[in-house]
């Protein structure tokens, strides 16, 4: 099976500009989370959806939003870009239900840059 | 709130073995997992326990006591391609769905 596929993998942006992150899961799998890693904060959860709907949610502003598609696809949006929106966004997939619910695929994130 | 503590770095030698610690307060524990990541790469699941004892993975091991909120991952024969940063990361009951909550990882550099 294909691994989870981000793009773009590279972003440069400047302050105050949106950008549009896509992910696509594993085949199968019906969950997409999205994390943010900086050196200084670590992986912090931003958001968590099933079946299009966001199941959870992290402690980010409201300028970060998903969304998912039936197909399972997810997107992220950043509006109103801030200096300390630089980071890797990583996305992960997994399966629903048992201990497959807790193993999560991670993708090679998208490394965004704003300057 | 949800906080996990592991150590920042640790260093070994070829063939030694190196024990992770993680201590976590969380209310409504579910489990207890480790990723891998190597710079400039993705975090890849290594193992996962939500009852007490041994989990073990080839050369990898973890741990759980949850009357101790405390977990290890023990890395057996280390290589030196397990240079890398290693995360703990709890799961929450309250959570309806996925939800991760990372410690900070534990950057181990193996030396040769």
């Known amino acids: 099976k294909a691994g989870v596929t981000q793009t773009p993998r590279y972003l440069i942006k400047t302050r105050g500009q949106q950008v549009t992150l896509s992910c696509s899961p594993i085949s199968g799998h019906r969950s997409v989370s999205w994390y943010q890693q900086t050196p200084g904060q670590g992986l912090q959860f931003l958001f968590e959806y099933f079946s299009e709907t966001q199941r959870n949610k992290g402690n980010f502003p409201g300028r970060f939003s998903g969304r998912q598609f039936s197909n399972s696809r997810s997107e992220m949006n950043v509006s109103t870009l801030e200096l300390g929106d630089s980071a890797l966004y990583l996305c992960?997939?997994?399966?629903?239900?048992?201990?497959?619910?807790?193993?999560?695929?991670f993708g090679p994130g998208t490394r965004l840059l704003v300057l | 709130g949800q906080s996990l503590e592991q150590p920042s770095e640790v260093t070994a030698v070829e063939g030694a073995i190196v024990q992770i610690n993680c201590t976590y307060q969380t209310s409504g524990f579910y489990g207890l997992s480790w990723y891998q990541q190597h710079d400039g790469g993705a975090p890849t699941f290594l193992s996962y326990?939500?009852?007490?004892g041994l989990e073990e993975t080839g050369r990898f091991s973890s741990f759980l006591s949850r009357s101790d909120s405390y977990g290890y991952l023990l890395l057996q024969e280390l290589q030196m391609k397990d240079s890398a940063s290693y995360f703990c990361?709890?799961?929450?009951?309250?959570?309806?769905?996925?939800?991760?909550?990372f410690g900070g990882g534990t950057r181990v550099l193996v030396k040769p």
């Open positions: 992960a997939s997994s399966l629903e239900g048992g201990l497959e619910r807790e193993t999560q695929y």
């Open positions: 326990n939500a009852l007490d």
């Open positions: 990361a709890v799961s929450s009951l309250k959570a309806a769905g996925n939800k991760l909550t």
